[in-house]
């Protein structure tokens, strides 16, 4: 099954910042999550959101995060103050159509500086 | 809620000598099991999976791994590695039945295997 796609690759942007990352299914999907990887560190969860609502998230997406799907196609995470801390790789993924596994795009990689 | 232990951060091999990646999990409630892989500089490609039946499950690159409920683990093996295996491992594990909190999924810390020349 085809993966998802995500802009931009890299992001470097000041402390107090909003950045928006971007999820760019290849087909029709109604489930996606997004991870973060902060560097050395295990891959984690941040959210997910089905049929255009958020479903679950974690105790990390606190306010600073929002999550939402504007056109219907893209999938975006808005960090509206970034910290030093968010510095990290930002993965979407996406629910396979049999509901088991997920497909991850290849991640943005935030520096905030 | 889930949780899974990778124990081997770093597990340095020479090419094509076998390898074994040990993933344990501690779940209260029954999970399908992943392992990724992420070469350097990409994201996360799915190895493997297991889901049910047979408890031996092939992936691709010539990787498979085992479930063995009894010991809560599924450890990933390749009987002859090559330099392009050279990649971070991550196990992964989610609930089975879509529930509260399901679907997404836990991670373990991952292990760096190298391979050497």
């Known amino acids: 099954e085809p993966e998802v796609t995500q802009t931009p690759s890299h992001q470097v942007t000041q402390m107090g910042q909003e950045v928006i990352l971007r999820c760019v299914p290849i087909s029709n999907h109604l489930y996606f999550y997004w991870y973060r990887q902060i560097l050395g560190q295990k891959v984690e969860f941040l959210v997910s959101?089905?049929?255009?609502?958020?479903?679950?998230k974690s105790e990390i997406f606190d306010d600073q995060f929002s999550v939402e799907r504007p056109d219907g196609s893209n999938f975006t995470l808005k960090i509206r103050s970034t910290k030093l801390e968010d510095s990290a790789m930002y993965f979407c993924a996406r629910l396979g159509l049999a509901n088991n596994e997920q497909f991850f795009g290849p991640g943005t990689r935030l520096t905030v500086l | 809620a889930q949780s899974v232990t990778q124990l081997d951060s770093q597990v340095p091999v020479f090419e094509e000598a076998p390898v074994e990646l040990r993933c344990n999990y501690s779940s209260s409630v029954s999970v399908y099991l992943f392992w990724y892989v992420q070469y350097p500089n990409q994201g996360l490609q799915l190895l493997l999976k297991?889901?049910?039946?047979?408890?031996l499950v092939k992936g691709i690159n010539g990787f498979e791994a085992e479930f063995n409920k009894s010991q809560t683990s599924f450890h990933l093996r390749k009987p002859s590695v090559h330099i392009s295996d050279t990649a971070e491992y991550f196990c992964?594990?989610?609930?089975?039945?879509?529930?509260?909190?399901?679907?997404?999924?836990?991670f373990g810390k991952g292990t760096k295997l190298s391979v050497i020349p």
């Open positions: 992964a594990v989610r609930p089975r039945a879509r529930q509260a909190g399901s679907y997404q999924l836990t």
């Open positions: 959101f089905y049929n255009n609502e958020i479903s679950e």
């Open positions: 297991y889901l049910s039946g047979s408890t």
